[in-house]
Nanobody, 119 residues
Framework: QVQLVESGGGLVQAGGSLRLSCAAS????????WGWYRQAPGKQRDLVAT???????NYADSVKGRSTISRDNAKNTVYLQMNSLKPEDTALYYC?????????????WGQGTQVTVSS
């Protein structure tokens, strides 16, 4: 079992930056894939970025070049640095984790942190 808690969201002006954090706790062997997703009201939850246990990263085209996902294994924490923010980045941002319990893969979501970008 993994519990994920996001932080770092807030209100920023267009062109500004935010650094989101997500800390994991609970019982697990290792997290294989960390992810950040976002969901605007009435919209689907969409991928923002992922990072795997070997450090491979993947970004949505909409944030590529403006965002960086990173992790601190010692702290069981993943980060999303977002620069040059746009109003269309406004959404509830969720942290996700895929992890192993025994031989079974599981997935957890955080509660979300709100990012609002004003124009």
């Amino acid at each position: 079992q993994v519990q994920l808690v996001e932080s770092g969201g807030g209100l920023v002006q267009a062109g500004g930056s935010l650094r989101l954090s997500c800390a994991a706790s609970g019982t697990f062997r290792r997290i294989y894939v960390w992810g950040w997703y976002r969901q605007a009201p009435g919209k689907q939850r969409d991928l923002v970025a992922t990072i795997t246990s070997d450090g491979s990263t993947n970004y949505a085209d909409s944030v590529k070049g403006r965002s960086t996902i990173s992790r601190d294994n010692a702290k069981n924490t993943v980060y999303l640095q977002m620069n040059s923010l746009k109003p269309e980045d406004t959404a509830l941002y969720y942290c996700s984790a895929e992890y192993l319990l025994g031989v079974t893969t599981h997935h957890s979501w955080g509660q979300g942190t709100q990012v609002t970008v004003s124009s």
